[in-house]
């Protein structure tokens, strides 16, 4: 029972190291075609992950205990995070990383800081953050829907009636991004993304097996499709500007990208040591999530020295060399992931520093 339980657990993780690497993937890009394909799935995946990691048994009753714990869990590594980076901020401008019209004194290092506090932090680097508070509404959203049907209606309805719900959530928040109508935190786009968290929270919840279902011709049908939408309908998904699909095609398309997602790492599960390399990246994706786009513009200043090339030239975001993407790719992953061990070393090491010697002068 350990052992299912711990391969079910390496799958989850090699997803979001798949959802993760085509994030870094599409960032370190100029090739369209490349990029359009890896904007299909590579963010909805995320939601997909969260809606079946979704504990019902101990949220279903409380949504505002999910929301805090969630945003616990959130808070402090983007906090940490955004906070480094606008510490960061004048020595980033100075060499040109990250161009500004102006460094900070007190005044604007505050003003930063207190941005960063309500997930709004204004740097360059944490430019990819912004699906934070978007991961987190949506979440939010899924949980007040299923709190509501929990309580509210008959057990028989209850199934039916919050697939609805989420389906018309999402629908909404189509209505609106169609509309142009842009909240705050993206909450046009969370409300869209609702309806593919339920979609994660069915497959756990009606026991749907993807090792059955997640077969070579399912993804093969759903690679034919991918073609047809990328050679025929020239449609794209860019949820940060707000671009979708018309109609239902954002869902089908997203519905695809996850069916692919499910299908390589049901492949990669069958090889151990790729399989656990892809399931670490997984379990460090906000790390590298918050930090690609740093180490995409140190690898440009490294460059641009040796190559000799005027500072001026360094100002393309998020990089500025196209000879260099396989570069930013590998390095986007390897780095942020090397940073968070050594980091999390650290201040492993330091608490138990601080707890050895508050024991020893309890003693004394």
Not at 144 to 151: A, E, G
Not at 298 to 327: K, T, V, W
């Amino acid at each position: 029972m350990e052992e299912k339980k711990r391969d079910r657990l390496l799958f989850w993780d090699i997803l979001k190291g798949i959802g993760i690497v085509s994030i870094v993937f599409g960032h370190s890009q100029n090739l369209g075609v490349a990029i359009r394909t890896v904007y299909y799935y590579h963010l909805a995946i995320f939601f997909f992950i969260s809606g079946y990691l979704y504990k019902e048994e101990r949220y279903g009753d409380a949504p505002f205990d999910f929301f805090a714990r969630r945003l616990k869990n959130m808070w402090v590594p983007y906090f940490c995070y955004g906070g480094l980076f606008v510490l960061l901020h004048n020595l980033l401008s100075k060499y040109l990383l990250f161009l500004s019209d102006s460094d900070y004194g007190k005044k604007e290092m505050i003003l930063a800081m207190t941005n960063t506090l309500f997930l709004r932090c204004p740097e360059g680097p944490s430019g990819a953050m912004w699906f934070v508070p978007l991961m987190l509404a949506a979440g939010t959203g899924f949980s007040v829907i299923l709190w509501f049907c929990r309580n509210y209606l008959p057990d028989s309805f209850r199934p039916w009636a919050a697939a609805a719900l989420c389906i018309g959530a999402g629908l909404f928040g189509t209505a609106l991004i169609r509309r142009e109508i842009f909240l705050n935190y993206h909450l046009q786009t969370a409300l869209l993304m609702i309806p593919v968290y339920y979609s994660g929270y069915a497959v756990r919840t009606f026991k749907i097996s993807l090792e059955r279902y997640v077969t070579w011709y399912g993804a093969a049908l759903c690679s034919g499709l991918f073609y047809y939408f990328l050679m025929f309908t020239g449609e794209s998904v860019e949820l940060s500007a707000n671009q979708i699909p018309g109609g239902l095609n954002f869902y089908i398309i997203s519905a695809a990208g996850i069916y692919l997602c499910c299908y390589v790492a049901k492949c990669l599960q069958k090889v151990p040591k790729t399989g656990k390399a892809a399931a670490l990246i997984g379990r460090y994706s906000f790390d590298i999530m918050a930090l690609h786009f740093l180490v995409f513009k140190i690898c440009d200043r490294i460059y641009a020295r040796m190559i000799l090339e005027p500072a001026e030239n360094q100002g393309g975001f998020p990089h500025s060399y196209p000879e260099l993407h396989i570069l930013y790719l590998v390095l986007g992953i390897v780095l942020p992931v090397l940073f968070a061990i050594g980091a999390r070393k650290a201040i492993h090491g330091l608490g138990g520093m601080l707890r050895s010697r508050s024991g020893k002068s309890q003693v004394l």
